[in-house]
């Protein structure tokens, strides 16, 4: 069964910057085409970034040219550089497939404030 394991969130000043990591135990994540998500108290899970097997990124537009997704193979890892973050970036991050075969991981909390 395929694990994921979300990590690096925290508390960042408006302006900041963060790297999160999906790590996954199970299988070989650059097979797989993974998104990063989020979701904001009171709000719906969104798409953030995507990545496919063949490392084509796409981004929603309130990140557009802020985030960087990536793949470390050798770690079996799927990363997000956060730049240039503000409170509206407040949320759980979540990784996951973009087929969703797999589980919600427990998300990595991210908290934009001064």
């Known amino acids: 069964q395929v694990q994921l394991v979300e990590s690096g969130g925290g508390l960042v000043q408006p302006g900041g910057s963060l790297r999160l990591s999906c790590a996954a135990s199970?299988?070989?994540?650059?097979?797989?085409?993974m998104g990063w998500y989020r979701q904001a108290p009171g709000s719906e899970r969104e798409l953030v970034a995507t990545?496919?097997?063949?490392?084509?990124?796409n981004y929603a537009g309130s990140v557009m040219g802020r985030f960087t997704i990536s793949r470390n193979n050798a770690k079996n890892t799927v990363n997000l550089q956060m730049n240039s973050l503000n409170p509206e970036d407040t949320a759980i991050y979540y990784c996951?497939?973009?087929?969703?075969?797999?589980?919600w991981g427990q998300g990595t909390q991210v908290t934009v404030s001064s």
């Open positions: 996951r497939d973009t087929n969703w075969e797999f589980a």
């Open positions: 990545i496919t097997s063949g490392d084509i990124t």
């Open positions: 199970g299988t070989m994540l650059s097979i797989y085409a």
